[in-house]
């Protein structure tokens, strides 16, 4: 992660929405621009399955969807399911629109991912939140995912899977 001081000294999500969309991906971090790098093969991967998942279940996901919480907050989930019909026109969207945040751990952004994001997403009542990391196996066609739900302000875990399991049996009725 990347952080640069560049004009304006205080970035708002309409200036990033404003920059070009060469591969690198954009957040604002209280009005600090961070630049991200593109994610890796297996990130990717396992994104565009996740919300294959959600469109076989007749649910609206998208990968990296940015969340707005101001003017000079923002972060992209790498999946996100919608709870309703999203402006599509918007690339940046209110934590009221998004039902579930998926976030893909990888080496370098294991912080981002179990640390900051769901702390934010919590706190502006995104009522779930999945973490998906590389198996503990190392089967690079596959990834385990812990759900959790909001509860009292916080994410308490209620499910593991294996995201090969899921695309054989669908998403788990709730």
């Known amino acids: 992660m990347l952080t640069l001081d560049l004009t ?3 970035w708002t999500v309409e200036d990033i929405e404003k920059l070009p969309h060469d591969g690198n991906r954009y957040e604002l971090h209280e009005g600090s621009l961070v630049i991200m ?3 890796i093969l297996w990130h ?11 469109d076989r279940a007749d649910r609206l996901a998208a990968h990296e969807v940015g969340i707005r ?17 999203p ?7 209110p934590p009221a629109a998004i039902a579930i945040a ?15 994001k769901p702390a934010k ?8 939140y999945w973490l998906v990391r590389f198996p503990a196996d190392d089967d ?16 308490l875990q209620v499910a593991q899977y294996r995201l090969s399991d899921l695309e054989k049996t669908g998403l788990p009725a709730d």
Request: aromatic share 8%; hydrophobic share 40%.
């Open 44 to 54: 990717n991967r396992v994104a565009y399955r996740i919300a294959a998942l959600f």
């Open 121 to 128: 997403y919590a706190a502006a009542g995104i009522p779930e």
């Open 69 to 85: 919480f101001g003017d000079r907050s923002t972060r992209i989930a790498d999946v996100a399911v919608f709870s309703g019909q």
């Open 37 to 39: 790098s593109p994610a």
């Open 87 to 93: 402006d599509m026109r918007r690339a940046h969207h």
């Open 8 to 10: 304006p000294a205080e």
């Open 140 to 155: 690079v066609k596959d990834a385990d995912i812990t759900r959790f739900t909001l509860d009292d302000g916080r994410y």
């Open 102 to 116: 998926v976030e893909i751990v990888s080496p370098e952004s294991e912080e981002r991912d179990v640390g900051s």
